[in-house]
């Protein structure tokens, strides 16, 4: 690579680490301006205010989508709007450390599921990274002594679950092959919408949108729009510019890195203090799931390298990584 080439590298990296920071940041954002009677009414006013943009941005390829794909893409909106569900409820009742550093474990549940589903085998580090990545999640869940995990420990858990069964969907879906990343993500956003909607509107479902944005204060509405603005919007874009740019795996790496800064929002911001097993903890997460996507990304750019010939019509992992902007 020329020195021309790697300075442009570099500063292609940076929005995308600042990325990687505002994901991390989102959790404490979520927590802020978020109970649970408005959890419902937060993620339909948060992604009331970032859908139109996206359409209007995508209109011309949002046109093109032929039925088969728009139902697909419904489909796995359906699955997004559970992994909002898990993630905002989830980070209601546990800490915004809690929640960034549990979510992370995404990165070695999803290796493990696709090497189930090839039916392949991976390596003996990886399975050692996996399970340092778990005993973290045991001890940061103790908090300051030891306990039963909490139940948005759990939720957050969950939430880490459906993540990676929505990434396996979506790279294995033949109905969604084909389609560009923002089409694909805004019809999933819509769907989800949809979804939080109707359960808005269900007796018992908490504050309807219009009477907790009645309720909103300045900084509830700041809150809101950081979500909206940074966390999806400015996400996606600037992947789907770096990524132009770059390179998924380049771009995905940096993404990685949203779990520290989660840990270090919650502690220096949010005034969390995790305990000595609960900092314990968080190293090894952090170390997990580090070690264990370096692991993995060796493992993908292998079968990619060897695939590429016969496997042309895979979904483009930049669709994978676009869809992590509407997830966190």
Same mark, same amino acid.
């Given at each position: 690579?020329?020195?021309?080439?790697?300075?442009?590298?570099?500063?292609?990296?940076?929005?995308?680490?600042?990325?990687?920071?505002?994901?991390?940041?989102?959790?404490?954002?979520?927590?802020?301006?978020?109970?649970?009677?408005?959890?419902?009414?937060?993620?339909?006013?948060?992604?009331?205010?970032?859908?139109?943009?996206?359409?209007?941005?995508?209109?011309?390829?949002?046109?093109?989508?032929?039925?088969?794909?728009?139902?697909?893409?419904?489909?796995?909106?359906?699955?997004?709007?559970?992994?909002?569900?898990?993630?905002?409820? /989830? +980070?209601?009742?546990?800490?915004?450390?809690?929640?960034?550093?549990?979510?992370?474990?995404?990165? +070695?549940? $999803?290796?493990?599921?696709?090497?189930?589903?090839?039916?392949?085998?991976?390596?003996?580090?990886?399975?050692?990274?996996?399970?340092?990545?778990?005993?973290?999640?045991?001890?940061?869940?103790?908090?300051?002594?030891?306990?039963?995990?909490?139940?948005?420990?759990?939720?957050?858990?969950?939430?880490?679950?459906?993540?990676?069964?929505?990434?396996?969907?979506?790279?294995?879906?033949?109905?969604?092959? /084909?389609?560009?990343?923002?089409?694909?993500?805004?019809?999933?956003?819509? *769907?989800?919408?949809?979804?939080?909607?109707?359960?808005?509107?269900?007796?018992?479902?908490?504050?309807?949108?219009?009477?907790?944005?009645?309720?909103?204060?300045?900084?509830?509405?700041?809150?809101?729009?950081?979500?909206?603005?940074?966390?999806?919007?400015?996400?996606?874009?600037?992947?789907?510019?770096?990524?132009?740019?770059?390179?998924?795996?380049?771009?995905?790496?940096?993404?990685?890195?949203?779990?520290?800064?989660?840990?270090?929002?919650?502690?220096?911001?949010?005034?969390?203090?995790? *305990?000595?097993?609960?900092?314990?903890?968080?190293?090894?997460?952090?170390?997990?799931?580090?070690?264990?996507?370096?692991?993995?990304?060796?493992?993908?750019?292998?079968? $990619?390298?060897?695939?590429?010939?016969?496997?042309?019509?895979?979904?483009?992992?930049?669709?994978?990584?676009?869809?992590?902007?509407?997830?966190?």
């Amino acid at each position: 690579m020329s020195v021309t080439a790697a300075r442009g590298a570099r500063l292609t990296d940076l929005p995308v680490l600042l990325v990687a920071v505002v994901w991390g940041s989102s959790y404490l954002a979520a927590k802020g301006v978020t109970t649970e009677r408005t959890v419902l009414a937060v993620l339909v006013l948060r992604f009331a205010v970032a859908l139109p943009v996206l359409v209007a941005a995508g209109w011309r390829r949002l046109r093109v989508l032929s039925a088969v794909q728009i139902r697909g893409a419904g489909l796995l909106g359906l699955m997004l709007a559970v992994i909002f569900l898990l993630e905002t409820y /989830g +980070v209601v009742h546990t800490s915004a450390t809690n929640a960034g550093l549990i979510i992370s474990l995404t990165m +070695v549940f $999803t290796p493990l599921a696709e090497s189930r589903v090839r039916g392949t085998r991976l390596p003996g580090s990886f399975m050692a990274a996996a399970g340092l990545s778990v005993l973290g999640v045991a001890l940061l869940t103790q908090g300051t002594g030891f306990s039963a995990p909490s139940g948005g420990d759990l939720l957050m858990l969950g939430a880490a679950v459906a993540r990676t069964a929505h990434v396996l969907a979506m790279s294995r879906m033949e109905s969604v092959r /084909g389609a560009d990343a923002l089409s694909l993500t805004t019809v999933q956003l819509g *769907g989800a919408v949809v979804v939080f909607a109707v359960l808005a509107a269900v007796p018992g479902g908490g504050a309807s949108p219009w009477a907790a944005a009645a309720g909103f204060g300045a900084g509830d509405w700041v809150g809101l729009l950081y979500l909206s603005a940074f966390c999806t919007l400015f996400a996606f874009f600037v992947q789907m510019w770096a990524v132009r740019r770059t390179s998924p795996s380049r771009v995905s790496l940096l993404l990685g890195t949203e779990p520290v800064w989660a840990a270090a929002v919650g502690i220096a911001l949010g005034g969390e203090r995790p *305990g000595w097993p609960g900092l314990s903890g968080a190293v090894l997460v952090l170390a997990g799931t580090a070690w264990g996507r370096s692991l993995a990304d060796r493992e993908r750019v292998a079968a $990619t390298q060897k695939t590429a010939v016969v496997d042309g019509a895979a979904v483009p992992e930049e669709a994978a990584i676009s869809a992590g902007a509407a997830a966190s």
